[in-house]
């Protein structure tokens, strides 16, 4: 019989070729990609306030994301590079800043910011989140970041997000794991278009009196809420995150059942349902 011979074997120098090749064909992608983003800025004449921001098509592209990756690269690094190049080309399409609250720790929502929006897009940094709300009010297209866990002494400042104006348009991070590496959970705030809006949950501002441990524990066991005193009828200032089909009439009438009672209630906006990555990396639906 005659032996066939082995291949030869490949060499470093073959395999740093290969990357040469795989980086120049992602640096070609990119290009590729702005030409089509400018493309786009030509159909739709974006002009608008918040009209780049498209939160629902962003949350189905960090999805695919996560349900394709595989092998060595680590996801949070993956996340991390998609995240930027959502972000850089939406301030490429429309000029913005990122507005931060920091009173929950400079370098935990400075890593946040900057996992997921880059170091092109402007930082403007305050202490606390109405200070936030206030600048994307004044602002013709400009993002925010507030904790979405309670800060110690700060205002129910969803209540300006009531009526016309700034809405939450996304919870960050999208993708969760224990070790994220900027896990800080916030909430997005901006100016989005009516089509932008995404209410796979729903955020509540709801004013309440009658607030008690009794309605706090009530409340916890069916919606995720952030509870802020309000002195005057021993009420309180909720945000209650309503997922989908859940029925924020269901949610109250648990409140009314703990003796509360209930004074006013607004839509401030809505998110993408969240996905968490466990140990194992298989993905899972969340809030």
Do not use: C
């Not at 082995?6 to 090749?21: C, K, M, T, V």
């Not at 996340?79 to 507005?99: C, D, G, L, M, N």
């Not at 916890?220 to 209650?240: F, K, N, R, Y």
């Amino acid at each position: 019989m005659t032996k066939t011979a082995d291949p030869a074997p490949i060499s470093l120098a073959d395999l740093r070729a290969e990357i040469d090749r795989i980086d120049a064909a992602m640096h070609g992608l990119l290009m590729e990609r702005g030409e089509i983003i400018g493309r786009l800025i030509q159909v739709k004449r974006t002009s608008e306030s918040g009209s780049a921001f498209r939160p629902a098509r962003e949350a189905d592209m960090m999805r695919r994301l996560v349900e394709r990756h595989r092998g060595i690269l680590p996801l949070d690094t993956a996340e991390s590079i998609w995240r930027v190049i959502i972000a850089t080309f939406t301030y490429v399409q429309a000029p913005f800043k990122v507005h931060a609250d920091m009173s929950a720790g400079d370098a935990a929502m400075r890593d946040t910011a900057r996992f997921h929006f880059g170091f092109t897009v402007p930082f403007v940094t305050h202490i606390g989140s109405s200070g936030v709300v206030a600048a994307i009010a004044a602002s013709q297209g400009d993002l925010g970041l507030v904790p979405a866990n309670a800060v110690a002494g700060a205002p129910a400042w969803w209540t300006a997000l009531e009526g016309d104006g700034p809405k939450i348009i996304a919870r960050l991070p999208f993708v969760e794991r224990a070790d994220h590496p900027a896990g800080l959970p916030v909430y997005a705030i901006a100016r989005p278009q009516p089509d932008a809006l995404v209410t796979d949950v729903e955020m509540w501002s709801v004013r309440v009196a009658g607030w008690s441990a009794k309605a706090a524990q009530a409340i916890s066991a069916v919606a995720e809420v952030v509870a802020v005193p309000d002195h005057a009828l021993d009420g309180a200032a909720l945000l209650i995150a309503v997922p989908q089909p859940t029925k924020l009439a269901d949610i109250l009438a648990a409140l009314t059942a703990a003796g509360v009672s209930v004074r006013s209630q607004a839509l401030v906006g809505g998110h993408a349902r969240r996905y968490t990555v466990a140990a194992d990396g298989k993905l899972s639906a969340g809030h």
